[in-house]
Structures are given as C-alpha cells and as structure tokens.
C-alpha cells in the first residue's frame, strides 16, 4: 500500500503565496498586453504601416515591445480609452433621445386613459374622442390649450 499524498502539507506556505503572486502578474501580463493591442488599433494617429510595425514588435517580442510601447505612446492611452468611452455614452444618449422622441409622452399615456374612461361613460361622442386623441398624440393635449 502507498502512502496517501498530503499536499498542503507536503507545500509550505511562502510557496503558495509565491505561486499566487506569479499567476497573478502572469494574468496581468496578459491583460496589459491586450490592452496594449486593442490600443494600438484604437489610436487614430497612427498609420497602418505605424500599426502593423507596433504590432509585430509586440507579438514578436512581448516583453521589450510592450515596455517600449508604454513607455512612448502610455501616456495617452487613458485618453484614447476615455474618449472611446465618452463617444459610446454619446452614441447611447443620442439613441436614448430618438427612441423617446419616437415614442408618446406619459402625459399622453395618462391623457388617452382619461379620454377613454369619457368616452366609456358616454360623455364625449366617438367623433370627439377621436379629434381629442389626434390632439394627444400630435402633441397638442387638451392640456396644452
């Protein structure tokens, strides 16, 4: 019969701890990388022959390439990586904007309710709800006369 294997006993606690440490900069190394990649594509004042050179000298050597890349060009990576930011927010708000002008008003909503709760009990003929509504719906509420 073998002995069974006591592995954290077998692992002092230092070498866990060293282990830990150096998956965590190798995760880190991979993400500086491809940050460093998606802004190599990102930055507009390179040409594609600046891209292409930039590129091949990271992927063929990672390490000098993206410490040389950093160093030269790191400084504005954040504002390329802002205004990429801020031009997605721009994007979304305006699409926000159309849908909802698009789109009727609560106001409007809570008009044609009340119209149809009139016309329901027969105070207003159907002739009348139907001018009332195209006011509501154009914009022009009995509210705003």
């Known amino acids: 019969m073998s002995e069974p294997m006591y592995l954290a006993y077998d692992y002092p606690l ?11 900069l190798w995760v880190m190394w991979f993400i ?3 940050r460093v990649i998606v802004d190599i594509f990102r930055d507009d004042t ?11 000298f990271v992927i063929v050597l990672p390490f000098l390439g993206v410490l040389v890349y950093v160093i030269a060009r790191g400084r504005n990576m954040g504002k390329r990586e802002m ?11 305006s699409y926000i904007r159309e ?3 698009g789109a009727p008003r609560s106001g409007s909503v809570d008009e044609l309710a009340r ?9 207003i003929t159907d ?12 914009g022009h509420g009995p509210s705003d006369r």
């Open 46 to 56: 390179l040409g594609g022959w600046a891209k292409a050179g930039w590129l091949v």
């Open 32 to 34: 500086l990388l491809f």
């Open 115 to 123: 119209l149809s709760e009139i016309r329901a009990r027969g105070d």
């Open 83 to 93: 205004k990429q930011a801020r031009a997605q927010q721009d994007a979304f708000d």
């Open 99 to 101: 849908t909802a002008a």
């Open 14 to 24: 230092l070498s866990i701890f060293w282990t830990m440490l150096w998956f965590f």
């Open 127 to 138: 002739e009348e709800f139907r001018r009332a509504k195209e006011l509501v719906l154009s």
